[in-house]
């Protein structure tokens, strides 16, 4: 089973609202990601947590807010979004963190629309 | 500066045909090559990968091969079918530093056409 699960599917919210991504694996990966993708471009790295710890974040502004309740959770909180944040968030996790490029599987993804 | 490059950015093949992607490299620090599919609105989906320590991989349907000289690497997909049709990102890491991300190319994609 290789499932990462993320909810919402869709969201779309003002820029004055806070809301949460929610992602879920199941898989004992210790290794958890957020990513943004916009329309025909490669994702782009924005956090990486590993064992629960915050590893790397790629410079992202402080209106996203990434947490790790435990090892099979990872949210994404965010607040005070511009509409050029409109993307598909996506949620990856792998096995270990040995090295950022270890196989990773993606969730489906939260299609973000900021008004 | 482009490290994984995907010089086409669209594939037309016909059904039953191999479907041939490249990507090509310039980091000679990277040592491990991921292939993924992504269809619209959806996260990529993990294909097939290859390590620099083999210059060829199968899976099914998929074979990744591995030209570290050139550096080099292409995806066969053979026979091609319908489903297949999809974007198709070729990405790369190495071991240490910054070379550990994942670093995607921009995406070729892919048509397969009854």
Known sequence: DTEVTQTPKHLVMGMTNKKSLKCEQHMGHRAMYWYKQKAKKPPELMFVYSYEKLSINESVPSRFSPECPNSSLLNLHLH?????????????SSQLLKRIGDTQYFGPGTRLTVL | DQQVKQNSPSLSVQEGRISILNCDYTNSMFDYFLWYKKYPAEGPTFLISISSIKDKNEDGRFTVFLNKSAKHLSLHIVPSQPGDSAVYFCAASGAAGNNRKLIWGLGTSLAVNP
């Open chain 1, 80 to 92: 005070a979004l511009q509409p050029e944040d409109s993307a598909l968030y996506l949620c990856a």
